[in-house]
């Protein structure tokens, strides 16, 4: 169990975060863990989640959001445009960008999937 898992990791390495990288189911299960909240601390015990391949299926969602970006193409293709890449990982990853990213998330989040 994921939780069991992160607290195991925190205490072996006396850290106070750890970077959660999973694929395929791994990625599932920490979606899921994430998003209960008798585990809702787990948010301040990892720092980064990166989930390679992840098995996951929004087609059931009543968000608005997620069913159109299921059909666009669009979307897709501008995330492949090197500049847009280059710009996102500049301004995102770090400083400014990546502080005003994480103050707007969980609003945003709130106002698109309810």
Partial sequence: DLPAEIEYLLEVSAAEEVAYIAHSQGTTQAFAAFSMPE??????KVNVHIALAPVAFVGN???ALFQIAG???VVRNFALIPELQSFGNTFLGSGAGANMIKALVPTLCDSFLG
């Fill in 39 to 44: 585990f809702a601390d787990l948010q301040d």
């Fill in 61 to 63: 969602t009543e968000s």
């Fill in 71 to 73: 059909h666009l193409d």
